[in-house]
Nanobody, 115 residues
Framework: QVQLVESGGGLVQPGGSLRLSCVAS????????VRWYRQASGKQRELVATITTGLNTNYAESVKGRFTISRDNTKNTVYLQMSSLKPEDTAVYYC?????????WGQGIQVTVSS
């Protein structure tokens, strides 16, 4: 079954850290770039971070220096390490791969930053 499954979200205090994971199945994972998006309540989905097959990375300005995207092709997994979290990072986070057949999305994982 072709799917992406996110995990690792939850409630964290401002200034804290979380690591999100996204496990892919049913695809040749190493052949694709991967993106993390997020969508806060009442807002449009926004691109947070990208990692290419060659391990090049790119970040939204709002998370640069705080978030790190990485991948482990042996585990078909992409990670998003989030540090110095702020209340404005609260959102549902999604991983995404663009297949020839179209975009593949995970189910999303809630991250809440609150004291």
């Amino acid at each position: 079954q072709v799917q992406l499954v996110e995990s690792g979200g939850g409630l964290v205090q401002p200034g804290g850290s979380l690591r999100l994971s996204c496990v892919a199945s049913g695809i040749n994972f190493s052949a694709y770039g991967v993106r993390w998006y997020r969508q806060a309540s009442g807002k449009q989905r926004e691109l947070v971070a990208t990692i290419t097959t060659g391990l090049n990375t790119n970040y939204a300005e709002s998370v640069k220096g705080r978030f790190t995207i990485s991948r482990d092709n042996t585990k078909n997994t992409v990670y998003l390490q989030m540090s110095s979290l702020k209340p404005e990072d609260t959102a549902v986070y999604y991983c995404n791969i663009i297949l020839l057949a179209g975009p593949l999305w995970g189910q999303g994982i809630q991250v809440t930053v609150s004291s």
